[in-house]
């Protein structure tokens, strides 16, 4: 690791500021970032911490019913503190890596870091979510843009990040055996408008909506309706750990699964 | 009733106290006044022409002591390799220069290019980011057999292609194994590969070099299973110190699994490094250079033919192996696929006709050598696994073949060179059955088939040959050492005794299980018998701990010992007694003479040879110290059944273990609970192997998962609650204590199952086309295989 400056500001305006100074970088909990500056892959000058600002932690329920959780906060704090408002979400946070990670690790970290294998973009894009920022809000459908990019600006913060709680819901997750990231991950979500069906691990491009299956599902809420649906091979992620055809094929194995879970 | 001390009570652990509160003394724990750090500069490319390295910048970067690159090693030798095979010609195999520092060229990712030693290990880091290199970089050679072709690069320019050895076991064999499968009724064959695996110890290599200008000794604190060897091979071969001015110290070792066996580059650096700069030098691997640098195992590719006769007994065996070495020869490297792989290429089996071929081959990869089981896996593997496949293929128990070709009568001369003292396979092997309810599968696989899961059985058996030896036969075989082992006992005036053992501990327990033995064999309390090891200062000259060999041949070298204190304690006792030695008892630490109720306590005979006023002093000398080596007359051969269940979910071919049986001879048993957890800990790797781990190369010779990102060990849900039996015992005909060792049979004896149950799990399915799948079962070579 390069020596660094460090930064821990008590607001948001105040880590604002801070991530304008020259080759400032944000860290939440740091389980992506400090591991690669631990290998010298990054070299920020300043590191600033964002698990200091009190607004930007825990979950609430705003005034119509979503789910809000503060871009700092724990996966073990959404784990227990979002189960009675939305259990499959507080599931996912309960199932990202191990009790150290998800005690370090934050929401808004993930989402920010974009990893194709993450959990968190599933859940984010399977409900529509909206993504707070210091400066605007960001529809889910508009804030992944692939692989470890997003529609972030540099230096904006994302403070909150708000979900639409859906009627019936599910997360499926077929682990890599190592890391035990999203070999697939496939989040599921039924609204009375229509479901949302959201995989992550699997694509060359990130986290994507599968549109078939959610218009067979918002037609027929089951497994047996997206039966005979697959995912085309192509744009899937092939590596050591399975063949682009394998995380296609677990596409629409999880997909069936997560419906289930959720009926 | 279990014993509740001594030679077979389940002592707790003494060690764990200190391992488990923080209180252990690592090599990395050491920190000496005026320590430097080194960083190594590594190559990040497998195969490359070094042509120019520029320190000059590196050399004037904040707190640099010095750098060094290959250059400052020429006057010193390369790093040794400790076993000599003779091929099938006759001729020694292809022997490469392995230097302490890449001269010419870089041979793998993570060969040592150069050194920075500084101040902070930051600093030393920091400069050798300002090292220039010039590098051409040259095709690598990754896989084997085109590693073999005419026009393949050279890993070693200097050497005639990329074949270490041709070897053959036994070349007398072959003319009769070939004509015993021309008149075979059946053959069966199977490829498969035995991949190649990182041993990941907990903690990674240390080496803390250190020199004393007043007595010019040098000192090395190393993480290492052997340090007398360590200090053999780098004080004689490397470095040309002697051993009088040598020390290897390898203090509390988190765990080895064999790659803490050989000598390495950076301990030697380290103590050269010392003593040129007057300063001790430290390094500690992290995690990634430990994928890059410690010698990794396994990485066989196989062929192996079963022939049958019409009444399905085996007639032959025929194998061509290519055994992968890396880019240079680990210490102990080419006998692992040689000696002790192919001379257990029979098993349990009396098969008549065996013929082992292995082609040992230089590749641009990290350098392969022993890990846990070291060539006996890779043996008991291939022929288990197709057994299996000929029990399928002629439509008979797979348990049964095995029971129909047991080997029963012992001693048994094989067709591969040794000899099998004793053991009961039939035993193992029923004990197996009473364990696993196997008249119940059928009703179980059906219930797993309601549930949507696809239930398979697994069953092998294997045998292994620990503590390797006589030292003459090995000598033969091409060993450039000897494989005995040492003890010394000292008795103190007030009766405790302190063992100073060649053995190494690493986390097998010999503190406890070796205090067991003496304490036994005195009729004394456990806590008086203090057990010392791994300090070559105050350890007899000894081979260290590997290949299951400690209780075996270290315990039986403190046997040797022992009881050469209590011959000469009975003299003592005698002479106290007033009465002939011939009488003299010894029974819970009480000298009695027979047939009388006179006594004396261990306490005053110990104290009576150190304040001898009373004494038979024309006889014998003052003191209670004594020194045994011991020098086994043949392996031992501890032997078993193992069985497994697992679960096969169908859309995802993810295999879900959930049962594991292992019944084992292992002779005599000292410690129960340690054996038990010797065991566990066995099979836990071996079920890595099976369905979790490998490192995997690119063509460019690239390691793609050198982290645990992309490695995947085995974690506590990836394994069942084990079932575990050691009843079965045919004592060691030849050890005083009858003893076999234990400590790799869980990684030789599990894979094989494994693979077993989950191909049973296919066929029982109805994928008939799936008679193998390489390992390791991963989800997707699983579904893959389920495809057709």
Known sequence: MYNFDFARPGSIDEAATALQGEEAQALGGGQTLIPTMKQRLAAPATLVSLTGIPEMQGVCLDDDGRVCIGGATPHAVVEA???????????LAGRIGDPAVRNRGTIGGSLANNDPSACYPAAVLGTGATIKTNTRDIAADDFFEGMFTTALHEGEIITEVRFPVPEAANYQKFVQPASRFALVGVFVAKYADGVRVAVTGASEDGVFRWSEAEAALSADFSADAIADLSVPADDMISDLHGSGAYRAHLVGVMTRRAVSAAT | MPKDSGI?????????????????RYTDDINLAGQAYVYFLRSDMAHARINRIDTSTAENMPGVLRVFTGADFE??????????????????????????????????????????????????????????????????VVDMKAALADDAPKVHDELDGNLCYDWGWIEDNKAATDAAFEAAAHVTTLELVNQRLVANPMEPRVAVGDYAKHSDESTLYTTSQNPHVIRLLMGAFVLGIPEHKLRVVAPDVGGGFGSKIFHYAEEAF??????????????????????ISDAHGRDHVTRIELALDAENNFTAIRTETYANMGAYLSTFAPSVPTYLHGILMAGNYKT????????????????????????????????????????????????????????????????????????????????LLEMIDRDGFEARRAESARNGKLRGLGVNCYIEACGIAPSALVGQLGARAGLYESATVRVNATGGLVVMTGSHSHGQGHETSFAQVVADMIGIDESMVEIVHGDTANTPMGMGTYGSRSLAVGGSAMVRATEKIINKAKKIAAHLMEASEADIELKEGQFSVAGTDKSVAWGDVTLAAYVPHNYPIEEIEPGLEETAFYDPSNFTYPSGAYACEVEVDPETGKVQILSFAA???????????????????????????????????????????????????????????????????TPCTHNPLGVKGCGEAGAIGSPPSVVNAVVDALQRAGHTHVTHIDMPLSPSRVWQAMQG
């Open chain 1, 81 to 91: 503190e979002a189960a009675a408002h939305f259990p499959a979400l507080a599931a």
């Open chain 2, 663 to 729: 019944a084992d001879d292992f002779g005599n048993i000292v410690n129960p609970m340690i054996v038990d957890g010797q065991v566990h800990g066995g099979v836990a790797q071996g079920i890595g192997q099976a369905l979790l781990e490998q490192a995997v190369y690119d063509e460019n010779g690239q390691l793609v998962n050198a982290s645990y990102m992309d490695y995947t060990m085995p974690r506590a849900d990836d394994v069942p609650f084990y079932r575990v039996d050691h009843s079965c015992v």
């Open chain 2, 352 to 431: 008549p006709n065996i013929y082992v071929n292995v082609k040992a081959v230089f590749t641009n990869t990290v350098p392969v050598d022993a890990y846990r089981g070291a060539g006996r896996p890779e043996a008991t593997f291939q022929l288990e696994r197709v057994i299996d496949k000929a029990a399928r293929e002629l439509g008979v128990d797979p348990v049964e073949l095995r029971r129909q070709n047991f080997i029963t009568e012992f001693p048994y001369a094989t067709p591969v060179a040794v000899e099998y003292d004793t053991g009961d396979y039939n035993a193992t092997m029923d004990k």
């Open chain 2, 8 to 24: 077979g009570a389940s002592s707790k652990r003494r060690e764990d106290l200190r391992f488990l509160t923080g209180e252990g």
């Open chain 2, 270 to 291: 380290c103590t050269f490094a010392a003593k040129q700069l007057r300063r001790p030098v430290k390094w500690t691997s992290t995690r990634s250079e430990a994928f």
């Open chain 2, 75 to 140: 006057a010193v030798g390369g790093i040794p390799c400790g076993w000599q095979v003779t091929d099938r010609q006759g001729n020694p195999m292809q022997e490469p220069a392995h230097p302490v520092l890449a001269r010419g060229k870089a041979r793998h990712v993570g060969d040592p290019i150069a050194a920075v030693v500084a101040e902070t290990y930051a600093q030393a880091r920091n400069a050798a980011e300002a090292i220039e290199m010039d590098l051409d970089e040259l095709p690598a």
